[in-house]
């Protein structure tokens, strides 16, 4: 049975910035328990491993903890993760709270929020320097966003300088190595090489971590008037949406991520800035090569965090950013993650050809069809969306969009389908096309064609039609299969008709024209098509007869 916890015999306070848990380790070796551990299983009595000392989760652990060392409750929450709390916690979630015995409630943070925004114990970093001077840990150094030490102006250590193994907060008191027994403070520590402005965005960081004033508060080149969680949170996503390359070095890790920071500064030059030396993907094959992620910026950051009206500046940022880049001659459009839904879409020069579809509610297909007959205009450009296919101007589509519930005289439906007025009078007459008044005064009041109809026709056979390449001397196109049908009676409206109801196959060539007088039937095909005409027409005669 664990006895209640008394004072300790030795005793010693904090460091200046000193975390608990580097606290528990130096008191631990100063009352000579044996391990260090012991005494943080003195601290959990009764609580049966629920917490760990070092973060406690409990109000009895921090009473525990305050009755041996002799240090109140809100000092000691004040050197743990706990601490972050207030800033880690999203603006879209309340804060969670600790209320010890004889002492104010405390912010708590969850494991959760731990995991992903702090590095663990077992795996801590440490600046040499810092170890030289005094041998502890501070608690400025858990963050991740944290990369740098502001009194040596230098980078943060991840791992042993021998043999690499990850670094223990107890390694960093005893200044020893667990694996190797290497010296930590005889670590190398490589100088900020990013300037004046990367070490303010860190000092600005450290600031809001812990709760101190900012640096020069009346500079320009401080961050947006936001709360400090909500650029946190910012600077979290940015982070998240960095890729590291495999075989990064730790210069490069830390450079990164050292300039993370600095995107905050001067908003939003300073944030178009960062975007614009990480987030192009020019040389993507270079396994060196660092870059933002825009796919993910812009499915976690704008369509999901910066949902929340906090973070509405950062998202006009960003939308600003988009236009910018996407409207340039060589950029003209919106990414593929676009999807048309971006808020200020209207501001992009071009759109997808899916999107132009969509507003025209029809096919991706009559959309090309479309700009063949002048009515869009595309742009393809090379290399970088290439995967898109061509764009279509936005103006074009508006103009169109106003017009496009007119119906269409016979003359200009033959001209959309690229076929004869006579063809499009046989496909009404069979009910493919549909007849319909002009909603717009001053219009002929009879004799129009609905647009939807015919793009309905259309689509159906271009749907229908079988992709060809090459040039096949077996197959002919509409105009002449017609003329050879002419003899039994058949037209181009009848041949339409049936591949329509899927009783004859047809081609069409790739590329070119879209027009109905540009499919492609075999003569094969044509002929069986006479020999039936010829058989029904010799059945009716017979039948008339009788």
């Known amino acids: ?21 580097s606290l528990l380790v130096r008191l631990a070796r100063l009352n000579h328990y044996d391990p260090p551990g012991l005494l943080e299983h003195a601290c959990l009595a009764g609580e049966r491993g629920q917490g760990q000392a070092s973060r ?27 601490r972050f709390a207030p800033l880690l916690t999203p603006p879209d979630q309340s804060l969670n709270w600790l209320a010890p015995a004889g002492s104010h409630p405390l912010p708590c943070l969850g494991r959760d929020k731990r995991l992903q925004h702090l590095h663990p114990e077992s795996a801590a970093q440490f600046c040499p320097n810092c170890l030289r001077a005094a041998a502890y840990h501070h608690l400025a150094w858990l963050p991740k966003v ?78 947006p008037d936001q709360p400090p969680t909500v650029l946190y949170h910012l600077l979290a996503g940015l982070v998240f949406s960095l890729r590291e390359p495999p075989r990064s070095t730790p210069d490069q890790h830390y450079g990164v991520l050292a300039s993370v920071p600095t995107s905050l500064l001067n908003w939003p030059h300073g944030f178009h800035a960062f975007l614009d030396e990480y987030g192009y993907r020019r040389n993507r094959g270079n396994k060196r090569e660092w870059f933002v992620d825009l ?29 910018k880049r996407y409207t340039a001659s060589a950029h003209p459009a919106p990414p593929r993650w676009y999807g048309g839904q971006l808020v200020k879409a209207e501001r992009f020069a071009y759109t997808t050809i899916l999107e132009a579809a969509q507003q025209l509610h029809t096919s991706p297909e009559m959309v090309q069809r479309l700009a063949q007959l002048g009515y869009l205009v595309c742009f393809g450009p090379r290399g970088f969306f290439q995967r898109d296919g061509p764009f279509v101007r936005r103006s074009a589509l508006w103009s169109l969009r106003r017009t496009w519930p007119k119906p269409l005289s016979p003359a200009r ?24 008044r002009d909603p717009h005064p001053n219009h002929e009041a009879q004799g129009q064609i609905s647009k939807q109809s015919l793009v309905d026709l259309w689509s159906t056979v271009m749907c229908q039609a079988h992709h060809v390449r090459d040039s096949l001397p077996e197959l002919i196109d509409l105009r002449r299969a017609a003329q050879r049908l002419e003899t039994v009676g058949l037209k ?55």
């Not at 406690?56 to 004040?78: E, N």
């Not at 020893?176 to 300037?195: E, F, I, K, W």
């Open 1 to 21: 049975m664990i006895s209640p916890p008394t004072r300790l015999l030795r005793w010693s306070n904090f460091q200046p910035g000193e975390s608990l848990p």
């Open 56 to 82: 406690p989760g409990q109000p009895k652990t921090f009473a525990q903890i305050a009755t041996l060392t002799g240090i109140d409750p809100t000092t000691l929450c004040a050197a743990t993760a706990h």
């Open 146 to 223: 944290i990369s740098v030490c502001l009194h040596h102006k230098c980078f943060l250590v991840e791992q042993c300088p021998q043999c690499r193994a990850p670094v223990t907060i107890r390694a960093m008191v005893e200044t020893r190595c667990h694996q190797c027994q290497a010296d930590l403070r005889r670590a190398p520590s490589t100088p900020l090489g990013r300037g004046a402005r990367a070490l303010l965005a860190q000092r600005v960081i450290q600031a809001w971590l812990m709760g101190s004033p900012l640096p020069d508060p009346h500079g320009t080149h401080l961050p």
């Open 295 to 323: 796919d993910v910026l812009y499915v976690e950051g704008y369509e999901k965090q910066w949902q929340h009206p906090a973070f509405h500046f950062a998202r006009e940022a960003f939308e600003e950013y988009l236009v």
């Open 413 to 436: 439906a033959a001209w959309w389908l690229g076929t004869s007025v006579g063809t499009v009078l046989g496909l009404m007459k069979a009910g493919l096309l549909i007849a319909e």
């Open 492 to 546: 181009a409206a009848d041949l339409i008709s049936r591949v329509v109801a899927g009783a004859l196959q047809v081609y069409r060539r790739l590329p070119g024209d879209t027009g109905l007088e540009a499919l492609l039937f075999t003569e094969q095909d044509i002929q069986a098509c006479a020999q039936v005409r010829k058989v029904k027409s010799r059945g009716d005669y017979s039948a008339r007869k009788s």
